[in-house]
């Protein structure tokens, strides 16, 4: 049934392997907010700071060369992992947030004028809203937002008209939705932005983890995600951007690094990646990113992928049989590791609370996707996420957990 063995991947996670309370096992569901990591990722980091400590590209000394050498190796792996044309295209930043700011700020800033629209959707993360919403604040651009059809898709006539009918520069739209789990059409919706004359920028926060993402084959402009998601270290992520675009931003932060020459009357800039990474990186965070992609390159992502569909699948069907819970989003098949859910006659937070009780960890609230929950017209969700790790049972430890928080929860 299992594409991989299940058992041996758990065992490299130690921190499954520990009870969440005295005697009663954890079940980690809050895999969309973070994962967890596996050992060769840990190991690395400890390698790192015991045997080989130093900053990158600059000593002439043994220990900034291996320092060195690891971090790029792995912005050559992470190259390998998202398909990018060019180690250049490949940026470390701190994370999608990061990654979508410095494209509002830099590219933004430079290409957008007043009356411009940058095309958002409903079922967005606050990173990519607010970031828009500053530089709108600032240039009196338009953020405009794409609305949601009833199952919790896009709705993409609406789509074509607002490309067509707007005055449209950037989409920046989620490859999945961290709450519906909405997987959205992003090859498609890449070829109508550009031939549109706009360009794409994807949030594939909840994708790039999960699934093979190829950004040639995608055709995306931009494409941002988080390494601490995809069983890496936190302080670390990517911003992809095609070649010719990157040339043309202007740096974000200034700093080391990302300068050529500098004298007291101005700088000149350093060639991709560099001219976007001012100051002293993250540069175990970096180490341990690479060890993550070998970790997932090894398992397949496309195994992972039909692990998780097929873990989800489940989630929904056992979801379903308890009365009073609702789903959010479309049905599996069409949606990501992701079962949002209202339990009718309880607030999403004492839910929450009461699943821990039982040693599953899942989140509440509105998931960084205020303005969606507003269309979803409920003020809070608790989420169950997965990831490769996640097993058919604890999706029962799940729903059994359920009807214990119902019966101390909902009366009569
Ligand atoms: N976009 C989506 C869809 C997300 O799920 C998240 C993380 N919750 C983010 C953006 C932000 O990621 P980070 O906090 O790692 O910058």
């Known amino acids: 049934k299992y594409p991989y063995d299940i058992a041996s991947i758990r065992a490299d996670f130690p921190i499954l392997n520990q009870d969440h309370h005295d005697g009663v096992p954890l079940v980690y569901l809050d895999n969309a907010a973070s994962s967890q990591k596996p050992r060769q990722v840990l190991d690395v980091l400890d390698q790192y700071y015991r045997q080989y400590n130093a900053n990158v590209h600059r000593g002439i000394h043994k220990l900034s060369e291996e320092a060195t050498a690891a971090y790029e190796d792995a912005r050559k792996k992470v190259r390998r992992f998202i398909n990018a044309n060019s180690r250049r295209e490949v940026i470390y930043t701190r994370g999608t947030t990061e990654s979508i700011n410095l494209v509002a700020q830099t590219w933004g800033r430079t290409h957008l004028k007043a009356g411009d629209v940058v095309l958002s959707t409903q079922m967005e993360h606050h990173a990519n809203i607010v970031p828009w919403q500053m530089l709108a604040a600032e240039r009196n651009i338009i953020v405009k ?12 006539e609406a789509y074509g008209h607002m490309l067509h009918d707007e005055p449209v520069k950037l989409v920046a739209v989620a490859h999945v939705s961290n709450v519906l789990g909405t997987v959205n059409p992003i090859e498609e919706m890449a070829r109508l932005a550009h031939e549109n004359g706009a360009l794409i920028l994807v949030d594939a926060a909840q994708s790039v983890p999960h699934m093979p993402v190829d950004v040639q084959a995608l055709d995306v402009d931009f494409l941002a995600f988080s390494s601490h998601k995809m069983a890496g270290p936190t302080g670390i992520g990517i911003l992809y951007g095609k070649r010719a675009l990157l040339e043309d931003m202007p740096p974000w932060m200034g700093g080391g690094d990302m300068i050529s020459t500098v ?27 690479g060890a993550a992609v070998d970790y997932l390159m090894a398992l397949g992502m496309e195994h992972i992928h039909a692990h998780e569909q097929a873990i989800t699948e489940y989630a929904l069907e056992r979801l379903a049989e308890v009365p009073g819970v609702t789903v959010f989003g479309p049905d599996a098949g069409q949606k990501g590791a992701v079962a949002a859910f209202a339990v009718e006659g309880a607030h999403a937070h004492d839910v929450a609370q009461l699943l821990d009780a039982e040693g599953v960890a899942v989140r509440a609230g509105h998931h960084c996707a205020m303005p969606l929950h507003s269309v979803l017209n409920v003020a809070a969700t608790s989420r169950a996420s997965f990831y490769l790790y996640n097993t058919f049972d604890e999706v029962d430890v799940l729903v059994n957990a359920l009807y214990v928080v119902k019966n101390t929860l909902v009366r009569g």
Not at 145 to 156: A, E, F, R, S, W
Not at 275 to 286: H, M, N, R, V
């Open 263 to 289: 004298t007291f009357e101005g700088s000149t800039w350093n060639g991709l990646p560099y001219k976007f990474e001012a100051g002293t990186p993250s540069i175990a965070e970096a180490i341990g990113l």
């Open 145 to 156: 937002y794409v609305p949601i059809l009833p199952d919790g898709t896009l709705d993409m």
